[in-house]
C-alpha cells in the first residue's frame, strides 16, 4: 500500500478521489501549500511518506521547483517519489524538473497514469454500492428514511453500513439509541487528520447494531467541539468502509449538502447513488429537494439521481408522478406514506419493524395491515437492490 502526500488546494478532484478509490493508494496526508508540506516532511516522528505529489495549483512554479531541490538534498527526502502535476496554461516544463521528478500535464494525465508513476496496483475488493439520502432541508425524514431502508437491506442478508455524516446535528444515534460507547465518525476522522490509519481503526468506529447492519454514528451534539471531516478524511473513511466488504454503504447526508466533503467522494464513485427526497406535504421540503437536485446536477451525475416521494404529515396534498418525472427527470424509486408507527418507533428508539415486532400495537397494526411505510420501505429496498445493487428479486 503507498502513501502519498497530497500538496494541492484541488485535493477534492475526481483525479485524487479516483487514484485513491481504485488503487492500493492511501493519503499520508493533505497541505494546501509548501510550507505545511515542509512542517509534515520534517515533524512526523521519523515516518515518512512513499511518494510526495505536489498539484498543478501550487504557484508560483519556481518555488516548487526550489522546494524540490532542496529535499533533495536531505537523504531521506532524497529516496521518495516526487510527482508533479503542471498546469498547461502556465510557463513551467518538464525541463525545470529533470531528473528530480516525474511530471504529468494535469489536465491530461490519466488516473492509471498517475496510479503507475506511484507505484500503485489497482484495488480488487469485492463490488460495494453507496446510496445517500439527500434534501438540503432539515426535518424532511432523511433519518427516518435511511435508518428503516438499512434495516431492511439488513434483514434481507446484505451487508450494510449505516454512516451518519452530519457531524453537526446526526440524529442516527438517538433514531436507534445507541449507547454513548459507539465512536464518532468526527472522532475517526480527527485520528486520520493527525496520521492515523484509517484501515487499521476503521472497524473500531462500525457499531454493530444487529445482524449485517453496522453504525457509524455523529458525535453527541453535546461533545460537539470541531469538524475535522475535510476531503482527505472523507476520502479515506469512505475508501476504508468500502475495504470492510460491505455490498451497501449508507450515507445520511447533512441538510447543509454543499459543505460535506463526501459529496465530491460519492460523486467521483461510479457506483453511488444519489435518493432525493421529495417530501409532497412540506414546501420547504419541496425547494430542499430542488436544491438538491440543482446540486447534482451541477456535479452532471444526474444520471445516478433518484427520486423519493414522502408523506411526512397526515395532511393529504395531490401530486403526480407523471409531472414530477417530467420536471425532474429522474426515476421515481419508491414513494413511502405517512404512518404513525414512525413516530411511535422513534420514540422508542427504533426500527419500524422492531417496533412492529416489539409493540403490541404494532403487531396489531401488522395483523391489520396497516403498516404501510413498512410496506413501502420494503419495496424501496426491492428497487434499489434490482436497479442498483444489480440484484434479481428472486
Given at each position: 500500500?503507498?502513501?502519498?502526500?497530497?500538496?494541492?488546494?484541488?485535493?477534492?478532484?475526481?483525479l485524487?478521489?479516483?487514484?485513491?478509490?481504485?488503487?492500493?493508494?492511501?493519503?499520508?496526508g493533505?497541505?494546501?501549500?509548501?510550507?505545511?508540506?515542509?512542517?509534515?516532511?520534517?515533524?512526523?516522528?521519523?515516518?515518512?511518506?512513499?511518494?510526495?505529489?505536489?498539484?498543478?495549483?501550487?504557484?508560483p512554479?519556481?518555488?516548487?521547483?526550489?522546494?524540490?531541490?532542496?529535499?533533495?538534498?536531505?537523504?531521506?527526502?532524497?529516496?521518495?517519489?516526487?510527482?508533479?502535476?503542471?498546469?498547461?496554461?502556465?510557463?513551467f516544463?518538464?525541463?525545470?524538473?529533470?531528473?528530480?521528478?516525474?511530471?504529468?500535464?494535469?489536465?491530461?494525465?490519466?488516473?492509471?497514469?498517475?496510479?503507475?508513476?506511484?507505484?500503485?496496483?489497482?484495488?480488487?475488493?469485492?463490488?460495494?454500492?453507496?446510496?445517500?439520502?439527500?434534501?438540503?432541508?432539515?426535518?424532511?425524514?432523511?433519518?427516518?428514511?435511511?435508518?428503516?431502508?438499512?434495516?431492511?437491506?439488513?434483514?434481507?442478508?446484505?451487508?450494510?453500513?449505516?454512516?451518519?455524516?452530519?457531524?453537526?446535528?446526526?440524529n442516527?444515534?438517538?433514531?436507534?439509541?445507541?449507547?454513548?460507547?459507539?465512536?464518532?465518525?468526527?472522532?475517526?476522522?480527527?485520528?486520520?487528520?493527525?496520521?492515523?490509519?484509517?484501515?487499521?481503526?476503521?472497524?473500531?468506529?462500525?457499531?454493530?447494531y444487529?445482524?449485517n447492519?453496522?453504525?457509524?454514528?455523529?458525535?453527541?451534539?453535546?461533545?460537539?467541539?470541531?469538524?475535522?471531516?475535510?476531503?482527505?478524511?472523507?476520502?479515506?473513511?469512505?475508501?476504508?468502509?468500502?475495504?470492510?466488504?460491505?455490498?451497501?454503504?449508507?450515507?445520511?447526508?447533512?441538510?447543509?449538502?454543499?459543505?460535506?466533503?463526501?459529496?465530491?467522494?460519492?460523486?467521483?464513485?461510479?457506483?453511488?447513488?444519489?435518493?432525493?427526497?421529495y417530501?409532497?406535504?412540506?414546501?420547504?421540503?419541496?425547494?430542499?429537494?430542488?436544491?438538491?437536485?440543482?446540486?447534482?446536477?451541477?456535479?452532471?451525475?444526474?444520471?445516478?439521481?433518484?427520486?423519493?416521494?414522502?408523506?411526512?404529515?397526515?395532511?393529504?396534498?395531490?401530486?403526480?408522478?407523471?409531472?414530477?418525472?417530467?420536471?425532474?427527470?429522474?426515476?421515481?424509486?419508491?414513494?413511502?406514506?405517512?404512518?404513525?408507527?414512525?413516530?411511535?418507533?422513534?420514540?422508542?428508539g427504533q426500527?419500524?419493524?422492531?417496533?412492529?415486532?416489539?409493540?403490541?400495537?404494532?403487531?396489531?397494526?401488522?395483523?391489520?395491515?396497516?403498516?404501510?411505510?413498512?410496506?413501502?420501505?420494503?419495496?424501496?429496498?426491492d428497487?434499489?437492490?434490482?436497479?442498483?445493487?444489480?440484484?434479481s428479486?428472486?
Amino acid at each position: 500500500m503507498r502513501q502519498v502526500l497530497f500538496v494541492t488546494n484541488a485535493y477534492h478532484s475526481p483525479l485524487y478521489i479516483e487514484l485513491q478509490q481504485g488503487y492500493d493508494i492511501r493519503a499520508f496526508g493533505m497541505a494546501t501549500n509548501l510550507r505545511t508540506a515542509a512542517a509534515m516532511l520534517q515533524n512526523n516522528g521519523g515516518q515518512l511518506p512513499d511518494v510526495v505529489l505536489l498539484g498543478h495549483d501550487l504557484s508560483p512554479p519556481d518555488k516548487t521547483v526550489a522546494f524540490i531541490r532542496k529535499a533533495m538534498r536531505m537523504s531521506p527526502l532524497r529516496d521518495l517519489t516526487w510527482i508533479v502535476l503542471i498546469d498547461q496554461n502556465i510557463i513551467f516544463t518538464a525541463a525545470d524538473l529533470s531528473g528530480l521528478a516525474k511530471t504529468f500535464v494535469f489536465q491530461k494525465v490519466t488516473v492509471n497514469d498517475l496510479a503507475a508513476a506511484i507505484g500503485g496496483n489497482p484495488l480488487k475488493t469485492e463490488h460495494s454500492v453507496a446510496l445517500a439520502i439527500v434534501n438540503t432541508k432539515g426535518g424532511t425524514g432523511k433519518t427516518s428514511v435511511v435508518v428503516n431502508l438499512a434495516d431492511n437491506l439488513a434483514r434481507k442478508g446484505l451487508r450494510v453500513a449505516l454512516v451518519d455524516a452530519d457531524v453537526a446535528d446526526g440524529n442516527v444515534s438517538m433514531a436507534l439509541k445507541l449507547p454513548p460507547s459507539a465512536l464518532s465518525i468526527d472522532d475517526l476522522a480527527r485520528k486520520i487528520s493527525r496520521g492515523e490509519d484509517a484501515y487499521q481503526i476503521i472497524q473500531n468506529y462500525l457499531y454493530e447494531y444487529s445482524h449485517n447492519l453496522f453504525v457509524m454514528p455523529a458525535p453527541d451534539r453535546r461533545d460537539y467541539e470541531h469538524d475535522y471531516l475535510n476531503e482527505m478524511t472523507a476520502a479515506a473513511i469512505f475508501n476504508a468502509i468500502k475495504d470492510e466488504r460491505f455490498e451497501v454503504i449508507l450515507m445520511d447526508l447533512p441538510g447543509n449538502v454543499r459543505a460535506t466533503p463526501f459529496i465530491p467522494v460519492l460523486a467521483a464513485n461510479s457506483d453511488a447513488y444519489f435518493y432525493l427526497l421529495y417530501p409532497v406535504n412540506q414546501t420547504f421540503g419541496i425547494g430542499g429537494f430542488k436544491g438538491a437536485a440543482e446540486i447534482i446536477s451541477g456535479l452532471n451525475i444526474r444520471d445516478r439521481a433518484r427520486m423519493i416521494v414522502i408523506e411526512t404529515t397526515n395532511e393529504s396534498r395531490r401530486w403526480s408522478e407523471a409531472e414530477l418525472q417530467r420536471d425532474w427527470q429522474m426515476p421515481l424509486a419508491g414513494v413511502l406514506p405517512y404512518d404513525p408507527a414512525v413516530e411511535r418507533s422513534q420514540l422508542a428508539g427504533q426500527t419500524v419493524a422492531e417496533y412492529v415486532e416489539s409493540s403490541k400495537k404494532g403487531m396489531l397494526s401488522k395483523l391489520a395491515g396497516s403498516n404501510r411505510f413498512l410496506n413501502e420501505i420494503d419495496r424501496l429496498s426491492d428497487w434499489f437492490a434490482e436497479n442498483d445493487l444489480g440484484l434479481s428479486k428472486s
